[in-house]
């Protein structure tokens, strides 16, 4: 059988830092670990579900005793931020009350989102909802993120494809991509494309 790893987790302490930072005593430890998994969907939803959609790949939580630091990476800083800062306070004033600590909010803009896996997934995933040639997107994604100058990309989806009545996987890959080289950069994304026949996964990496 094939043993697939998760290409972050195996890299993590390796060539990639953790997503979360912090250290806490044993007893704090799992009740922490929740509060980091409830930010993280909250702010999924949040910004990523609904709109604005603001294009966020990734979110850093780092602690210290009393403060609690949520680093947003996005393609969209504009959005997150909104004008005059509203939408960065109202979402700091609602974690604020969901954790019941002082929370500070940094925001990160990705510059160029067509090398980021996770928001390739999320751009497919959209465009699968509508109904789009399948076969025609993961040409273009893969095609776009070569020219953004990635050494390779791999583009998988499963699932009801079209709407067939049977579920199967097709992959694209241009370029290389060394999964078991541990030095070798690998972002990974995985994105559910929720659609009217069933669920279709989408991964990049």
Do not use: C
Not at 14 to 37: C, M, N, Q
Not at 178 to 192: C, E, I, K, R, S
């Amino acid at each position: 059988m094939g043993q697939k790893i998760h290409p972050l987790g195996f890299r993590i302490g390796i060539t990639e830092p953790h997503r979360s930072r912090w250290y806490a005593p044993k007893a704090l430890f799992g009740e922490l670990l929740v509060e980091d998994f409830k930010i993280r969907k909250y702010i999924d939803k949040r910004l990523n579900r609904t709109p604005p959609f603001a294009a966020v790949a990734e979110i850093g939580i780092e602690r210290t005793r009393e403060e609690l630091t949520v680093i947003v990476k996005t393609a969209r800083p504009g959005l997150v931020i909104g004008p005059k800062g509203v939408e960065v306070e109202r979402l700091q004033t609602d974690l604020q009350a969901m954790t019941g600590r002082k929370v500070a909010i940094k925001i990160v803009e990705i510059k160029n989102p067509d090398l980021s896996a996770t928001l390739i997934a999320e751009g497919i995933a959209e465009q699968l909802k509508k109904r789009a040639s399948f076969r025609r997107i993961l040409k273009n994604r893969a095609e776009a993120a070569m020219q953004a100058g990635a050494l390779g990309v791999k583009i998988s989806i499963a699932g009801r494809l079209g709407g067939a009545e049977m579920s199967r996987r097709v992959t694209v890959s241009l370029g290389s991509i060394p999964l078991q080289t541990l030095q070798a950069h690998v972002d990974y994304g995985y994105v559910p494309s929720v659609t009217k026949y069933g669920t279709i996964g989408v991964k990049v990496w």
